[in-house]
């Protein structure tokens, strides 16, 4: 079984540059999360698709941040624009069902560096 | 703030030994997991406990889970030096009795096993 797929693996950009990160979940599971991983920090949920319908987006800041997930399926989640503090690993997950006890799983990251 | 506080925040043992981490929560919750990172990588899921469920063993790890104090342990027996990684608690959070799959993690226990 594929695992959650995440490009780009590392990106550089300056402050106030714009930046869109990729996910692409397991095959056939409904729920995909984004989280935000500051070093030395736990992951800090971003938003939470349930299908193509966002449940959370509660700690998302929304004057620069945004998030889709087409047909239910992919993701991207944008930064426009970066901030100095935008600068951490973020996390792309997915899992079965959230109304179900299962766990997620998790892709590779995508370590984001503002200068 | 954080849902999950883990405890200790770091610890340092010998090839062999066990090694115990805490977690606490605040709210009712559906389950609490346990997930491993190591340097540089995603999130490994390692093991999961229903909030029906008190102990639950996978390998050499046993959760118990105490939701009267709101506290989850994990114990790593005869730990390895592969076993070297930070791990963190993350909570499914239960609101109104709706299960939302809201998973909110904590800071992490960074452990190190010397060989």
């Known amino acids: 079984e594929a695992g959650v797929a995440q490009s780009p693996r590392y990106k550089i950009i300056e402050k106030r540059q714009s930046v869109a990160f990729w996910c692409n979940p397991i095959?056939?599971?409904?729920?995909l999360y984004w989280y935000q991983q500051i070093l030395g920090q736990g992951p800090k949920l971003l938003i939470q698709?349930?299908?193509?319908?966002?449940?959370?987006d509660s700690q998302l800041p929304k004057d620069r941040f945004s998030a889709e997930r087409l047909k239910g399926v992919d993701s991207t989640l944008k930064i426009q624009p970066a901030k100095l503090e935008d600068s951490a690993v973020y996390l792309c997950?997915?899992?079965?069902?959230?109304?179900?006890?299962?766990?997620?799983?998790f892709g590779q990251g995508t370590r984001l560096t503002v200068v | 703030s954080q849902q999950g506080e883990e405890d200790p925040q770091a610890l340092s043992i010998q090839e062999g030994e066990n090694a115990t981490m805490n977690c606490s929560y605040k709210t009712s919750i559906n389950n609490l997991q346990w997930y491993r990172q190591n340097s540089g990588r995603g999130l490994v899921h390692l093991i999961l406990?229903?909030?029906?469920?008190r102990e639950k063993h996978s390998g050499r790890l046993r959760v118990t889970l105490d939701t009267s104090k709101k506290s989850s342990s994990l114990l790593i027996t005869a730990s390895r030096a592969a076993d070297t990684a930070s791990y963190f608690c993350a909570t499914d959070i239960n609101a109104g009795g709706t299960s939302y799959g809201k998973l909110t993690f904590g800071q992490g226990t960074i452990l190190t096993v010397h060989p």
């Open positions: 406990i229903r909030s029906n469920e």
């Open positions: 997950a997915s899992s079965l069902d959230r109304r179900r006890n299962t766990e997620a799983f």
């Open positions: 698709f349930q299908n193509n319908g966002v449940v959370d």
């Open positions: 095959s056939g599971h409904a729920t």
